[in-house]
């Protein structure tokens, strides 16, 4: 199976601050990568697909970048409803796998 | 809008069964594979089965392979988890997912559209 190692496991930053992500696949995974976003108690909801094209509805702060084995999603501009798990999910080979998770939490 | 809706989790003790049932409205059920992901309290996202549109393409995590099965009824647009011999590190979230297409090639299986979950508890 594909590990996917996301990092940092967590981090603290306040409102207006610019965040970065970063998830690394073990091996390489074109641009077969999405992101999710997950608020205490709700579904995970998908942000980002093909590592760089935002989901319909979703605010144009989040993007995303990479391919091959290095990815990362940035939030230009942090909002309140921004704080949540973040999670990558890889879908280049079977099993899909995901990332351990990025909590962000307010500073 | 796609709409998927969860059911038939529970407290069942180690050993036993349960079934679960994912509702699915909004789209064109049979023209999509779906999936299962599972979420142990705290934890993350765990993959757990998969099945193509026509349910002759299924795959398993090796945690649960041979324990659980997963099918589908086109005609009632509904997915099921039949879970066998269920251990307390089953416990977790179930969600039931769409793929982003029919699911005839399993390495590129795709979730997109999650419903809200159905929590499972294994515990005496």
């Known amino acids: 199976d594909i590990q996917m190692t996301q990092s940092p496991s967590s981090l603290s930053a306040s409102v207006g601050d610019r965040v970065t992500i970063t998830c690394r696949a073990s091996q390489g995974i074109r641009n077969d990568l999405d992101w999710y976003q997950q608020k205490p108690g709700k579904a995970p909801k998908r942000l980002i697909y093909a590592a760089s094209s935002l989901q319909s509805g979703v605010p144009s702060r989040f993007s995303g970048s990479g391919s091959g084995t290095e990815f990362t999603l940035t939030i230009s501009s942090l909002q309140p409803e921004d704080f949540a798990t973040y999670y990558c999910?890889?879908?280049?080979?079977?099993?899909?796998?995901f990332g351990q998770g990025t909590k962000v939490e307010i500073k | 809008e796609v709409q998927l809706v969860e059911s038939g989790g529970g407290l069942v003790q180690p050993g036993r069964s349960l079934r679960l049932s994912c509702a699915a409205s909004g789209f064109i059920f049979d023209a999509y594979g779906m999936h299962w992901v599972r979420q142990a309290p705290g934890k993350g996202l765990e993959w757990v089965s998969g099945i193509n549109r026509n349910g002759d393409n299924i795959g398993y995590a090796g945690s649960v392979r041979g324990r659980f099965t997963i099918s589908r009824d086109n005609a009632k647009s509904s997915l099921y988890l039949q879970m066998n011999s269920l251990r307390a590190e089953d416990t977790a979230f179930y969600y039931c997912?769409?793929?982003?297409?029919?699911?005839?090639?399993?390495?590129?299986?795709?979730?997109?559209?999650w419903g809200q979950g159905t929590l499972v508890i294994v515990s005496s």
């Open positions: 999910l890889q879908h280049n080979s079977y099993p899909p796998t």
């Open positions: 997912a769409r793929d982003v297409s029919g699911g005839q090639y399993s390495s590129s299986w795709c979730p997109d559209h």
